[in-house]
């Protein structure tokens, strides 16, 4: 079985703030994680993934993430958030031969 | 990467009807998937669909409510029957590229069901 939890529904920034979103996850075997954006009225694009490589994960648009495996966690952060960044933002493990689950989501505030 | 083209975008249907949603890939894939994502909620698989066999159903959801083709590796359709006010969603559909790519994901289909 697997899962994952994303904390945090809402998460708000200020423009050039440090963006952290946080996934703890759980999976009986070595788990595939992904991070995808969705825009509005859009579906999801994939930005970055962890497919048991490098801890250190570079994604699109600036973001990386962690994978942490003592933590459970693979968290997603960004050095500057920009007003473009606002959007839902999805964890989620699986892939390969098993099933994709996803997590509730967070959604992305950035204030100017 | 693929390309999925996903119609219609958005839809507003009567209750009681039903809606085919297609899905085109740009490029011969095993498996295709359809979500549901419900407002303000995550993605739940609906069903995984193989070319040349039925369709997968995840627990909760059956082939009555939602019948699904894949008459080819580029093509499917997800059906959404008899309509409720309570299937207003967006129905995304997806293809594995396996993991260099991860799940790529159409632009979904917004329905709602007055």
């Known amino acids: 079985a697997q899962s994952v939890t994303q904390l945090g529904s809402h998460v708000s920034v200020s423009e050039g703030a440090l963006v952290l979103l946080r996934c703890n996850y759980s999976?009986?075997?070595?788990?595939?994680l992904f991070w995808y954006v969705q825009y509005p009225n859009q579906g999801l694009q994939l930005l970055l993934k962890?497919?048991?490589?490098?801890?250190l994960v570079k994604g699109i648009n600036g973001f990386e993430a962690e994978f942490k495996k003592s933590e459970t966690s693979f968290h997603l952060t960004k050095p500057s958030a920009h007003m473009s960044d606002a959007a839902e933002y999805f964890c989620?493990?699986?892939?390969?031969?098993?099933?994709?689950?996803f997590g509730t989501g967070t959604k992305l505030q950035v204030i100017p | 990467s693929a390309v999925i083209s996903q119609k219609p975008s958005r839809d507003i249907c009567q209750r009681g009807t039903s809606l085919t949603i297609q899905c085109q890939v740009d490029?011969?894939?095993?498996?295709m998937f359809w979500y549901r994502q419900q407002p303000g909620q995550s993605l739940t698989l609906i069903a995984t669909?193989?070319?040349?066999?039925?369709?997968?159903?995840e627990s909760g959801f059956v082939i009555d409510k939602f019948p699904i083709s894949r008459p080819n590796l580029t093509f499917s359709t997800l059906t959404v029957s008899n309509m409720s006010p309570e299937d207003s969603s967006i129905y995304l559909c997806?293809?594995?590229?396996?993991?260099?790519?991860?799940?790529?994901f159409g632009s979904g289909t917004r329905l709602t069901v007055v």
């Open positions: 997806s293809v594995d590229l396996g993991l260099d790519y991860g799940y790529t």
């Open positions: 999976s009986s075997v070595p788990p595939y």
């Open positions: 962890y497919t048991s490589a490098a801890t």
């Open positions: 989620a493990v699986g892939g390969g031969y098993q099933k994709v689950t």
């Open positions: 490029s011969q894939v095993t498996m």
């Open positions: 669909a193989n070319q040349g066999s039925e369709a997968t159903y």
